[in-house]
């Protein structure tokens, strides 16, 4: 058998816990073509919810037109039009009996594109790698592709996964985005996805500042914490490794509240110890220091950068979570110079995303890396 847990990428069907609120609301803003703004840190599952939600807007609506792109994915203007060339296509191809060939598509692109077969023989257009100015040739594709969503006749949407990366790309692209949207209306569900700090600092340092009004807001919470138990106990049923309502909740516990560590955990933790034997808390605290080391070069990596003190403190934060981080013993037994200090030392490393505030205390964001700074 397989292992029944995954992390990493975007999960979808059974791999997929809980988040049914969220599910109903963003299904049906997409298919009423109102604008969301998906907001979470990373690994909350944002890119799982949406590709979910696009699933189930495909189940129950006619015929309709999503249009998903992953900006991280892209690294010059010309890759992103291209995606947006190819996703408009295949959108327009799905389930329809007659296709539009791949050549008359192409053509209602004012940028045209090139049209190649792919090896398993479908169509892929692309933009053609010679264009002169690619961040204006992005710009047109963007608003034919509006366009084309717009006339479709179902619902239809616009994915821009990891959106605070948009300005890197073309700083002009919120505005045209929300130029866009206002020009069209309720016939197209606009839904940006990003990390809450990163989009945050897009809408306060004024990037992106115009779509701040023309979204929903969707904050991504954890998952519930029940849920998350069900699910780690049903997926092991489905692998057939025993484990009772106890240890379920420790592999929970232990790694709240991202679901990418929960799985992270539950994955190193299902091949742990006996396969015959039901896992125990000694399985568990045994996968959590294997899984740990495993990224060994990679937080040995993220440490290094970091001065003396903020190391000490991190590794302070690793042992117990603190709410008064600039209190007079935390100064002392960090060895940084006083509580301002601190705060920045704090500050920095929120930045970087190695500690995070959460319910009032300051704390290692990955629970991976707190295991690994307390060998
Ligand atoms: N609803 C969920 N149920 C179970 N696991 C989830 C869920 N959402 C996310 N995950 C886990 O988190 C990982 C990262 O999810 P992803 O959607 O890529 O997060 P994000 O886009 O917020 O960074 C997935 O590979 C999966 O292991
Ligand atoms: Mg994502």
Redesign the pocket.
């Known amino acids: 058998v397989s292992n029944p847990?995954?992390?990493?990428?975007?999960?979808s069907g059974a791999?997929?816990?809980?988040?049914s609120r969220e599910l109903d609301v963003l299904v049906g803003r997409m298919s009423d073509g109102i604008n969301v703004t998906v907001e979470?840190?990373?690994?909350?599952?944002?890119?799982?919810?949406m590709?979910?939600a696009v699933e189930q807007l495909a189940a129950q609506a006619r015929d309709p037109w999503v249009v998903a792109v992953n900006l991280m994915r892209s690294s010059f203007p010309g890759q992103l039009a291209s995606d947006l060339m190819q996703g408009v296509y295949r959108a327009s191809c799905r389930g329809r009996r007659a296709k539009y060939r791949a050549e008359d598509f192409a053509k209602r692109f004012r940028v045209r594109p090139v049209v190649e077969i792919d090896p398993s023989g479908a169509p892929r257009l692309s933009m053609h790698p010679g264009t002169a100015d690619p961040p204006k040739e992005l710009r047109s594709v963007l608003e034919d592709t509006y366009h084309e969503l717009a006339a479709a006749p179902g619902p239809s949407v616009l994915v821009l996964?990891e959106f605070q990366e948009s300005t890197r790309l073309d700083p002009g692209l919120p505005q045209l985005l929300k130029a866009l949207a206002d020009a069209h209306g309720a016939s197209v569900s606009l839904v940006l996805?990003g990390?809450h700090r990163h989009l945050m600092e897009m809408l306060t340092g004024g990037v992106g500042a115009p779509l701040h009004k023309m979204s929903e807001p969707l904050a991504?919470g954890p998952?519930d914490h029940e849920e998350?138990v069900r699910?780690v106990r049903s997926r092991m049923a489905h692998g057939g490794r025993a484990i009772t309502a106890e240890v379920a909740d420790r592999i929970v516990t232990l790694c709240e509240p991202?679901?990418?560590d929960?799985?992270?955990l539950a994955y190193e933790a299902y091949r742990t110890g006996e396969p015959d034997a039901a896992l125990s808390d000694t399985d568990v605290a045994v996968a959590m220091r294997e899984s740990a080391y495993r990224t060994s070069a990679e937080y040995a990596g993220r440490i290094e950068a970091l001065a003396s003190g903020q190391r000490t403190l991190l590794s302070m934060l690793a042992e117990q979570p603190l709410t008064q981080p600039t209190s007079r013993d935390v100064v002392r037994h960090s060895g940084l110079a006083n509580g301002s200090s601190v705060a920045r030392a704090l500050s920095l490393m929120a930045q970087r995303e190695l500690v995070v505030q959460r319910d009032g205390a300051w704390r290692v964001s990955d629970p991976f890396l707190a295991e690994w700074l307390r060998r």
């Not at 847990?5 to 999960?11: D, S, T």
């Not at 791999?15 to 988040?19: E, M, T, V, W």
């Open positions: 847990f995954r992390y990493g990428e975007e999960v791999l997929f816990a809980g988040r979470a840190p990373r690994r909350y599952g944002k890119s799982s919810l590709r979910v996964d996805a990390s991504l998952v998350m699910f991202a679901p990418h929960i799985q992270r």
